[in-house]
Nanobody
Framework: EVLLVESGGGSVQTGGSLKLSCTAS????????MGWYRQAPENECEFISS???????RYGDSVKGRFTISRDNGKNTVYLQMNSLKPEDTAVYYC???????????????????WGQGAQVTVSS
């Protein structure tokens, strides 16, 4: 059974930082690309970042230069370091396996919390 457990969310002020973690089980983590999506109220499910098994990373335009993704295969965990947070970063953040090959429905299932409960991030001005 695939299980993704996100943690590390919270409330911060504009300019603050948070680090999210996602621990995975039920599939071969070290041979699986991983990533993050987010869902804000009244917004579409948004791709945030991905990290391939090779270590190559990619970021959405809205977070480029502020967020950093990393992974620890020994701990089956992917991280998202978020700096210079803005109120528009407020959302529930979900991690995903093979994030760049998901169909639209699969992306929606990620942001509906089907694979993990997500981590709430709230940034106040």
């Amino acid at each position: 059974e695939v299980l993704l457990v996100e943690s590390g969310g919270g409330s911060v002020q504009t300019g603050g930082s948070l680090k999210l973690s996602c621990t995975a089980s039920g599939f071969p983590f070290d041979s699986t690309d991983m990533g993050w999506y987010r869902q804000a109220p009244e917004n579409e499910c948004e791709f945030i970042s991905s990290i391939r098994t090779s270590g190559i990373t990619r970021y959405g335009d809205s977070v480029k230069g502020r967020f950093t993704i990393s992974r620890d295969n020994g701990k089956n965990t992917v991280y998202l370091q978020m700096n210079s947070l803005k109120p528009e970063d407020t959302a529930v953040y979900y991690c995903a396996a093979d994030p760049e090959n998901l169909t639209h429905i699969q992306q929606l299932s990620v942001c509906w919390g089907y694979w993990g409960q997500g981590a709430q991030v709230t940034v106040s001005s």
